[in-house]
């Protein structure tokens, strides 16, 4: 990596990026990367050239300038670059890959699904949902609270809304974990042709025989500019990942927030009406999502003082942007009621239409497992944590507690 002032050299940032150590504590690199600099260049061996962009301001530049695309190809190089320097060959195009006035087009005709009135209508079944689950989850003898709890809540609410049988989401989970955090030994287009394959049947099944969700409205839309085939799949692609990726995340780092802060676990247990809160400040401090879907300029231009070429990869750490202590006061202290204007979930056009969901299952589950819950604490030590791989997501990946639940203790 080279910039103006970073002490890296070129291509020596990324397996810093990849490594376990940087999964478990991402902060700690990323906070010396953004005071030595906005963006940092690095060479990848086979993949366009690289920055990886960690100022607040010059996050918020990338993420809204007109010169930087989602398109490869705008950029002079070949279409379908993929942030671990492969090629999508199976072809599927869906909104954070394309740029208006196709993206505007794709949001419209999802936005339905995501205004504010019809996330509260789906609040009473995803606390349900939520009632149910922790029940279940707190009943074992040893409580996991991600496989257990925050991965299955939104699996079920995002199922429900589109009308994916739920009996089908561990081959789903599989193909979501090889596309957002592969490993080694990982194959991301064997799970992309599934994914594509097993969604174009649904669809079908769809417009034949409809039903009350989200996939059966927008496979019978009669509108002018309704979705074409491949773009119902892409639509149907997105929402799935996205839906249950980036919650389980959020309400897993809110769950192991609260087992690492007693005190901040009592307040919220006394009052309930504070969790949408400390969920927005969860959002800034350890969101679900390290660094946001690549972009490629579009033009020569300069990020943060920092040159940038046509054909250049922007990769933006929403991560180190959100922990700017340019922007944010003792960033990596927990706020209650921070006035944060956070990135978490992006930020311009491409901002994560289903934010909205994504804050509201987070509180409902949160809330539910602490109505139940009298303490709460880690099971196992930091260093035994897991963490997600890969970096696009980051979540931890199991999270054995001990509980102490209307006055019996379930220890692990």
């Given amino acids: 990596m080279t910039t103006n002032s970073s002490p890296h050299e070129s291509g020596s940032l990324r397996p810093e ?20 600099a906005a963006a940092h260049r690095c060479e990848p061996a086979g993949a366009p050239p690289q920055l990886l962009i960690t100022g607040y301001e010059a996050a918020r530049q990338v993420l809204t300038d007109p010169r930087v695309s989602k398109r490869s190809e705008r950029a002079g190089l070949e279409p379908g670059w993929l942030m671990s320097g492969v090629r999508d060959e199976v072809g599927i195009d869906y909104m954070l890959t394309v740029d208006p006035p196709d993206h505007t087009r794709l949001r419209k005709l999802v936005t339905r699904a995501f205004t504010p009135q019809q996330i509260e209508a789906l609040r009473p079944r995803t606390r349900e949902i939520s009632d149910e689950l922790a029940d279940a989850v707190l009943a074992a003898e040893a409580p996991e609270l991600i496989d257990g709890f925050a991965v299955r809540v939104p699996i079920a609410v995002i199922c429900e809304l589109l009308g994916v049988p739920l009996a089908d989401w561990d081959r789903f989970r599989w193909a979501s974990e090889q596309i957002v955090s592969p490993v080694a030994g990982s194959d991301r287009e064997e799970a992309y042709v599934w994914m594509s394959g097993y969604l174009a049947v649904l669809i079908a099944g769809k417009r034949a025989v409809p039903g009350p969700d989200l996939l059966s409205a927008l496979a019978n839309d009669t509108v002018e500019d309704a979705l074409t085939d491949p773009e119902l799949v892409g639509m149907a692609f997105l929402l799935l990942i996205a839906g249950y990726e980036t919650t389980a995340n959020l309400i897993g780092a809110v769950l192991l927030g609260l087992a690492r802060q007693p005190d901040l676990f009592e307040a919220l247990r006394a009052d309930p009406a504070l969790v949408p809160t400390a969920v927005e400040e969860f959002l800034r401090l350890d969101g679900p999502v390290l660094t946001a879907t690549e972009r490629f300029a579009t033009e020569d231009m300069v990020i ?50 289903g934010a909205p969901l994504a804050r509201m299952e987070a509180a409902v589950a949160v809330t539910a497992l602490l109505e139940r819950v009298e303490s709460l604490e880690l099971a196992v030590g930091e260093a035994e944590l897991e963490w997600s791989p890969g970096l696009l997501m980051h979540g931890v990946r199991s999270l054995p507690v001990n509980v102490t639940v209307s006055g019996n203790t379930n220890s692990r």
């Fill in 304 to 353: 943060g003082e920092v040159p940038v070429r046509r054909g250049d990869m922007l990769l933006v750490s929403l991560s180190a942007a959100n922990r700017d202590p340019a922007r944010f006061e003792e960033p990596d202290s927990f706020r209650l009621g921070r006035s944060t204007g956070h990135v978490a979930f992006g930020h311009g056009v491409h901002h994560c239409l």
């Fill in 17 to 36: 990026l990849e490594g376990a150590a940087f999964q478990a504590d991402p902060h700690t690199l990323l906070r010396r990367l953004t005071e030595s």
